[in-house]
């Protein structure tokens, strides 16, 4: 059995996020971001997928954040 290896540390990668939905104040916002991985600086740290400004879909919405997950989560381009 093969395994992949894991990415560096501190790697970060832009990938998208299909089918997010949002509820605003002034209706629902919906369609695909643009975030960015980060696999922690250090063993241990959290990895991380982060967006800023993110356009979501043609709706007119953007969006900031940060989802830091829980367990481990390796990504590779």
């Known amino acids: ?3 992949l290896p894991s990415p560096r540390l501190g790697t970060v990668i ?5 089918n997010v939905q ?3 104040p002034l209706g629902y916002c919906s369609g695909s971001i643009v975030v960015s991985y980060s696999n922690g600086a250090t063993v241990g740290a959290p990895s991380s997928f982060s967006f800023t400004g993110a356009a979501l879909g043609t709706s007119g919405c953007t969006m900031d954040g940060v989802f830091e997950a ?3 989560v390796d990504v590779w381009q």
């Open 1 to 3: 059995e093969t395994s």
């Open 14 to 18: 832009t990938g998208q996020f299909n």
């Open 22 to 24: 949002v509820d605003t």
């Open 70 to 72: 829980t367990t481990d």
